[in-house]
């Protein structure tokens, strides 16, 4: 690449102390790199589960890639992204996404039905959601089980099933936000590692979803 590309690395929905979260690239100078093909180029180098470009930090709009993919919405880029930029509108191809802090947390409000498509799978415990293995490429699976119902309290795991070398994904905004509709209420859930999102329904079929993120480091490519 002829200019050097600062990408500030996040961890988006860490655990209470801190730990686990989401890895993700925000590149906030999207204009340095203005093709699609350059933006997938460097979101398979750099082999986060996503990579985001801001393309007007004013107007929050930004363009979202996987390692194979340009996705029109995701969870956790956009939870980061509205971290990083302090700002409470994100502009995607779905529409607007409303943002927000509070404390800690920062939290999306979006629709379950902007979400990429997602094999829900239940187990019965949260003990054979820990035992799985990776299953082969083919299908976009979330594993989840009950750790404690009645308090919304969710184990899961998932796994993309691209074959792009994200063979787990640590914490899955979209997928936590169709499990949210399909269940009906808020969830607080425990994905991957370690990590947490908290979702909550919201009126006129809007989910919320809220995590913690934090800054790792900042590289150049």
């Known amino acids: 690449m002829e200019n050097a590309v600062l990408i500030d690395v996040l961890r988006v929905f860490c655990g209470p102390a801190g730990h686990h979260g989401n890895a993700l690239g925000v590149v906030r100078e999207g204009s340095l790199l203005p093709d699609e093909a350059a933006r997938q180029a460097l979101a398979k180098e750099l082999g986060f589960s996503e990579t985001v470009f801001v393309d007007d930090p004013e107007r929050g709009a930004v363009d979202i890639y996987t390692p194979g993919v340009r996705l029109p919405?995701?969870?956790?880029?956009l939870v980061g992204a509205a971290w990083l930029l302090d700002i409470d509108v994100l502009e995607l191809p779905v529409g607007e996404i409303?943002?927000?802090q509070d404390g800690e947390f920062t939290w999306i409000t979006a629709r379950a039905e902007w979400a990429p498509p997602r094999t829900l799978r239940q187990y019965a415990t949260a003990t054979e959601v820990d035992a799985l293995?990776?299953?082969e490429p083919g299908?976009?699976?979330y594993a989840w089980a009950w750790?404690?119902?009645?308090?919304?309290?969710?184990r899961a795991r998932a796994f993309p099933g691209r074959g792009d070398g994200i063979d787990e994904d640590e914490a899955t905004?979209?997928?936590a936000l169709l499990l949210t509709s399909t269940l009906g209420r808020a969830l607080?859930?425990?994905?991957?590692?370690?990590s947490q999102l908290l979702t909550a329904p919201a009126p006129d079929g809007l989910i919320e979803l809220g995590g913690r993120v934090r800054l790792e480091r900042s590289i150049t490519r």
Do not use: L, M, S
């Not at 750790?147 to 969710?154: H, I, Q, Y």
């Open 147 to 154: 750790e404690d119902e009645a308090a919304g309290r969710v």
């Open 73 to 77: 919405f995701a969870g956790h880029p």
């Open 98 to 100: 409303f943002a927000r």
């Open 173 to 175: 905004g979209a997928a």
């Open 139 to 141: 299908e976009w699976i």
């Open 133 to 135: 293995d990776v299953p």
């Open 188 to 194: 607080n859930i425990t994905q991957g590692k370690g």
